[in-house]
């Protein structure tokens, strides 16, 4: 539905399952995406500088940026001056388009760097450059000048989803892009012929083939990636666990002539667990991590997100929503109330006219939830019944709380 027919209000939640979907702009904002907009959240600890984004990390409430394309956002960056961010859109033959930042005004755009969705950006540690991978069905790896808006290389970077690309911290002609059942080293070469980009698989020998979600270049061009068996790992999104390695120790690592891997003790570790009511503990779906000046912001994809601090190893829950899709959303009858229910098996309410969005009230069920709907007022003149259908055949009648 067009913009120019209905008047956006709110966003509720944020898209938790989506990788490396949370950077900071500057120290008390953070940019995120969800749907057709990124958003901007900011904590206002300190004195407001921004008016149109001051407002509270653990409300969420937000400054949205629309997708020009109209059909999602499939990926974000930050330029390393913060003075810049990029947005990669979905559609058909989407646009990357350069904000700058705090104005928000559109300064670049960049075209034909794909053909139906942008699945990672990131930009240079100099900031010359921006590389962008797209997804289904061209995966092509694209490195940008973007203050020119002009091509500098491009490539297929591989057959299958590409989850992630980066830059050497050093080195702005090396990268590295990793995924289903790959990581792939590639160099930005001067040839006979003109520049290439040149990539090498690695060769995982011995070790089983695994999927990689996450991986960090060291300063030696050295990359240490993670598995889905857990060696050699940053952190792992299915255990839930935070651990923390000495770079001398990993880079200095001998492997034994009849082994393939290097055993590296860590030398901290944290395993970021969440209690539900019932006072059971789910460890979180590790998505991104991304470091503040004393802690750490973690992506979860149980549709939360949390905060680490550094030292005291204290976890603060800072918001919550939906871990997957919604498959549900019905509005009160007599108040400005918004229940949903999703594939998570959990049914929230939300008052989509309060200045915050967190959700009011969340409750937990065994089986995905497929369907909910208010009862007519004819019924419950309150408005608090609410009737939700569920994947296992079964029809619950849920009495929600009052409002105050």
């Known amino acids: 539905m067009s913009r120019d027919l209905v008047a956006f209000s709110a966003l509720l939640g944020f898209d938790s399952k989506k990788r490396n979907n949370l950077h900071y702009l500057d120290d008390h904002t953070l940019l995120t995406s969800a749907g057709n907009s990124a958003q901007l959240i900011r904590n206002n600890e300190q ?15 937000s400054k949205h940026v629309f997708g020009l394309g109209g059909g999602g956002v499939g990926a974000i960056a930050v330029h390393p ?11 058909n033959k989407p646009n990357i388009t350069i904000y700058v930042y705090p104005s928000l005004k559109v300064f670049r755009v960049l075209r034909q760097g794909t053909e139906r969705a942008y699945c990672s950006l990131r930009f240079s540690n100099d900031g ?20 020119d808006e002009q091509t500098i290389l491009r490539c297929k970077a591989f057959g299958q989803e590409v989850f992630n690309v980066q830059f050497a911290p050093n080195d702005g ?31 995982f020998g011995k070790s089983e083939l695994s999927d990689i979600e996450a991986f960090c270049v ?21 255990d839930g666990m935070m651990k923390w ?9 001998d492997v034994k002539e009849d082994d393939t891997v290097a055993e590296v003790i860590p030398k901290d570790e944290f395993c970021v667990s969440v209690k539900s009511p019932h006072h059971t503990s789910t460890v979180a779906d590790i998505r991104g991590v991304l470091r503040g000046s004393d802690h750490y912001l973690i992506q979860d994809g149980n549709g939360m997100l949390h905060r680490l601090d550094i030292d005291t190893k204290q976890l603060t829950h800072l918001a919550e929503g939906h871990a997957g899709a919604i498959t549900g959303l019905a509005t009160s009858p007599v108040e400005h109330i918004a229940a949903t229910c999703g594939s998570d098996g959990t049914v929230r309410c939300w008052n989509y006219a309060a200045t ?16 909910l709907n208010f009862a007519p007022p004819a019924h419950d003149a309150t408005g608090r019944t609410i009737a939700v259908a569920f994947q296992d055949g079964v029809v619950r009648i849920l009495d929600r709380g009052p409002s105050k």
């Open 245 to 253: 390695w000495h770079f001398p120790e990993i880079d200095q690592a």
């Open 173 to 203: 002609g090396f990268l590295t892009t990793s995924g289903t059942g790959h990581i792939r080293f590639w160099k930005m070469a001067s040839t006979f012929t003109g520049l290439k980009l040149q990539g090498d698989i690695a060769k």
């Open 218 to 238: 060291l300063p030696d061009k050295k990359v240490l990636s993670s598995t889905e068996r857990g060696a050699l790992l940053l952190w792992d999104g299915s």
């Open 356 to 371: 915050s969005s967190t959700c009011m009230y969340i409750q937990h069920f065994n089986a995905p939830a497929t369907a």
């Open 128 to 147: 010359a450059k921006l590389a962008s991978v797209g997804a289904s069905p061209d995966f092509l790896l694209t490195v940008w000048n973007w203050r």
């Open 81 to 91: 001056s913060r003075g810049f961010f990029a947005v990669g859109d979905k559609g």
């Open 47 to 61: 004195p407001n500088s921004f008016a149109y984004c001051c407002v509270d990390m653990a409300t969420m409430q």
